[in-house]
């Protein structure tokens, strides 16, 4: 079936440094993703949605230039977090849907980001 | 705008017990309905889905939901838990015209107690 796989699952990187986490379509295009990001005890906020060959579009109180996002091909998207700081801890999750399948979600593993 | 409130941030409950986990939810739109459930540390993995159709909706490990658009409920149920079943259940909802994103309810922590 369809999958989408995020890496790295863990990564732990020091304050004021970039980390790059990749979200795969395996085996079918997305023209479109979606990243959320879940902070310890909360619940699951959409982040962005990441179009392919255009730019992404962000949700209120997300800052683009902070959490950069590149949908470079139909089968990868990539969340930077430049500049991180211990409050950017957090678990990224990235979803898509294949062409045709209407509804049918598949989310990533997940990253879990640690800034120390 | 859509939203979801799951009334219970937590549910303690004994192994072999009943249990019910409840979502509202708001839309101006036709919606689609899921539960998620989440396991320390892990991500996220699909346990039901409503898009149309039957409201009552079977998912996997022993687990139904009904969907009542009157009451804009999609309430969660299995007759009887297991140890197994102590994780993190999200609810969430997306609906006509906004793609697959979803908006996720806060979330509830089923504690099963032997």
């Known amino acids: 079936g369809a999958v989408v796989s995020q890496h790295p699952s863990r990564v732990i990187c020091k304050s004021g440094t970039s980390v790059k986490i990749e979200c795969r379509s395996l085996?079918?295009?997305?023209?479109?993703m979606f990243w959320y990001r879940q902070f310890p005890k909360q619940s699951l906020m959409l982040m962005a949605t990441s179009n392919e060959g255009s730019k992404a579009t962000y949700e209120q109180g997300v800052e683009k230039d902070k959490f950069l996002i590149n949908h470079a091909s139909l089968t990868l998207s990539t969340l930077t977090v430049t500049s991180a700081h211990p409050e950017d801890s957090s678990f990224y999750i990235c979803?898509?849907?294949?062409?045709?399948?209407?509804?049918?979600?598949?989310f990533g593993e997940g990253s879990w980001l640690t800034v120390v | 705008a859509q939203s979801v409130t799951q009334l219970d941030s937590q549910v303690p409950v004994f192994e072999e017990a009943p249990v019910e986990l409840r979502c509202n939810y708001s839309?101006?739109?036709?919606?689609?309905l899921f539960w998620y459930v989440q396991y320390p540390n892990q991500g996220l993995q699909l346990l039901l889905k409503?898009?149309?159709?039957?409201?009552l909706v079977k998912g996997i490990n022993g687990f139904e939901a009904e969907f009542n658009k009157s009451q804009t409920s999609f309430h969660l149920r299995k007759p009887s838990v297991h140890i197994s079943d102590t994780a993190e259940y999200f609810c969430a909802v997306s609906g006509a015209g906004y793609g697959n994103k979803l908006v996720f309810g806060a979330g509830t922590i089923l504690r099963v107690k032997s």
């Open positions: 085996d079918f295009q997305a023209t479109t």
């Open positions: 979803s898509a849907t294949p062409p045709g399948q209407g509804n049918t979600i598949y």
């Open positions: 839309s101006s739109v036709s919606v689609y």
């Open positions: 409503y898009l149309s159709g039957s409201t």
